[in-house]
Nanobody, 126 residues
Framework: QVQLVESGGGLVQAGGSLKLSCAAS????????MGWFRQAPGKEREFVGA????????YYADSVQGRFTISRDNAKNMVFLQMNSLKPEDTAVYYC???????????????????WGQGTQVTVSS
């Protein structure tokens, strides 16, 4: 399984922006659809967005649609989450994840993802 490491989290004021990065350990990364999830204190982990292994299709949770953008650079083994117009309710630990099955289409289901990063904290102050 590919190893994943997130970075880019931090403290930002409401209305601000952050860009999260997720670095994969090797080139097999390009075979996998990728997802971003988040977990706020006291809440279950939830889907944020996903990108197909080709990069052709992206999917977003309703709560972030229009504010967050997922992209990937397969040449650099990286996936990104650009977060704009941040709200206090976006505060959470953000995780990137790789699909269990190579060349599978991107999904929103947590069970379809088999490799996870350690997470990066995003805090949005009001």
């Amino acid at each position: 399984q590919v190893q994943l490491v997130e970075s880019g989290g931090g403290l930002v004021q409401a209305g601000g922006s952050l860009k999260l990065s997720c670095a994969a350990s090797d080139g097999t990364f390009r075979r996998y659809s990728m997802g971003w999830f988040r977990q706020a204190p006291g809440k279950e982990r939830e889907f944020v967005g996903a990108i197909h292994w080709t990069g052709d299709n992206t999917y977003y949770a309703d709560s972030v649609q229009g504010r967050f953008t997922i992209s990937r650079d397969n040449a650099k083994n990286m996936v990104f989450l650009q977060m704009n117009s941040l709200k206090p309710e976006d505060t959470a630990v953000y995780y990137c994840a790789a699909a269990r099955v190579p060349f599978a289409r991107a999904t929103t289901r947590e069970d379809d993802f088999g490799s996870w990063g350690q997470g990066t904290q995003v805090t949005v102050s009001s």
